[in-house]
């Protein structure tokens, strides 16, 4: 794994780039909010994911600075406007002169909470550069604007514990297009973390098949 620092816009946002030696397709991660790159629950489905042979990019949505002052306010965790710009710049940064891996190669968005949002809105802005998304007890009602632009095969997955997001999902799918082959899958008896057991492995081998089968040349 590289440690990289991402150009997005005037910040530059650390990040953890592993790259197979012939990457079928890169992950990109969105953390949900007042996590980050270090996310232990994210790690392990990068983990998984490059069992499979694929790239992942695990990255800050803030910088350090930000990271304090949101601390104390919660005031950018949410702005799913300005995640969503960076998470589509760093797509850019991966796809054009990131690693010598993403050149040509196709891009997966993974998300989770607020980062679901925002891996939505950047897919629906950037419809050529993102192959697939899935997202992890997300929140795709904070993209409402976004969802019926959103091309890329969506896999969205909730916990069965996660009644309150559940319903967010179910009716965020409604509003995305049907012709899409977007599906919403619920994990029985897990709450919003995916703490339980085997709860997170499940969400790795949905997440490993969606990509497996979206993010292809």
């Known amino acids: ?16 780039l592993s790259e197979p030696a012939r990457a079928r397709g890169i992950v990109v991660f969105a953390h949900g909010s007042g996590s980050g790159r270090h996310s232990p629950r994210n790690r ?3 983990a998984s994911l490059a069992e499979r ?12 600075e930000e990271e304090l002052s949101d601390l104390r306010t919660a005031h950018l965790r949410f702005n799913v406007p300005l995640l969503a710009g960076r998470l589509g710049q760093v797509v850019t940064w991966l796809r054009r002169e990131g690693c010598p ?3 040509g190669c196709p891009v997966g968005l993974f998300g989770a909470s607020t980062g679901a949002a925002a891996a939505l809105v950047a897919a629906a802005s950037c419809p050529d550069d993102v192959a697939a998304v899935v997202s992890r007890g997300g929140r795709p009602d ?8 959103v ?3 969506t896999l969205l997955i909730v916990g069965g514990r996660d009644l309150e997001v559940l319903s967010l999902n179910e009716r965020s799918l409604d509003r995305m297009d049907p012709a899409g082959g977007h ?3 619920v994990v029985p008896g897990a709450g919003h973390l995916f703490e339980e ?11 490993g098949e969606w990509f497996s089968a979206n993010v292809r040349e």
């Open 1 to 16: 794994m590289t440690e990289v620092h991402v150009p997005a816009g005037d910040v530059r946002l650390d990040g953890d």
């Open 44 to 46: 392990r489905v990068a």
């Open 53 to 64: 042979g694929f790239g992942t990019l695990l990255f800050d949505l803030l910088t350090p």
């Open 101 to 103: 891996t993403a050149a």
């Open 142 to 149: 904070l993209a409402a604007h976004a969802l019926g632009a």
């Open 151 to 153: 091309r890329a095969p």
């Open 183 to 185: 599906e919403l899958t």
């Open 197 to 207: 057991p085997g709860a997170l492995r499940e969400v790795s081998r949905l997440a």
